[in-house]
């Protein structure tokens, strides 16, 4: 029996898990400011580390069309193309960047993933996120750079780190039960 078209579905099914996954963690969220703290770096980051740069980002960005279309999946139960042209945007954006960062890391392949290789694509996957979502923040703000990181980078960076190590570890125990895309047995 030929596996490959089993295989396919396995990713597309992993592919709508962590797409839903991600709109979930947008829900469970903290208002602080224009920025909330939200969980769906955690599940960026592990749609990334699981399916891989190429079907991470798609992943996220099937997230992200599906909130520029008028599903409630934004933090707050927020949707349409208004808030994907909002503060926010920048960082909705930024997270099609931050899942092909973390998928370096593994390729989609299913195999191990070392902490210390988790840290660093981690924190490049960080980079991506902020990037472009700090500075599309400054732009819809009118703010200047100190007030920008204050309310857009610092508040985040702790827990975004906890949620790269969280994302890393959920990672390291699919693979270990052999339940990832990737996986053989």
């Known amino acids: 029996m030929n596996s490959q078209p089993l295989a396919r579905l396995h990713g597309l099914v992993w592919t709508a898990l962590l797409a839903a996954a991600v709109a979930g963690g947008a829900w469970i969220s903290l208002p602080i400011g224009p920025v909330p703290v939200s969980l769906q770096p955690l599940f960026v980051f592990l749609a990334g580390f699981v399916l891989g740069p190429r079907q991470g980002a798609l992943c996220v960005g099937l997230y992200v069309l599906a909130g520029a279309l008028g599903l409630p999946v934004f933090a707050g139960g927020r949707a349409g193309l208004g ?15 931050s899942a092909a960062a973390c998928g370096l890391a593994t390729g989609g392949k299913g195999g191990p993933l070392p902490w210390l290789k988790a840290a660093g694509f981690g924190a490049l996957a960080l980079v991506a996120a902020y990037g472009p979502g700090v500075l599309w923040l400054r732009h819809s703000l009118g703010t200047d750079w100190p007030k920008t ?5 610092v508040p985040f960076l702790p827990w975004d780190c906890l949620k790269i190590a969280a994302a890393a570890a959920c990672y390291r125990l699919l693979s270990r039960c052999r339940l990832l895309p990737g996986s053989r047995g």
């Open 149 to 153: 990181l204050a309310v857009g980078l």
């Open 83 to 97: 808030h994907v042209l909002g503060p926010t945007g920048g960082y909705l954006f930024g997270f099609i960047l």
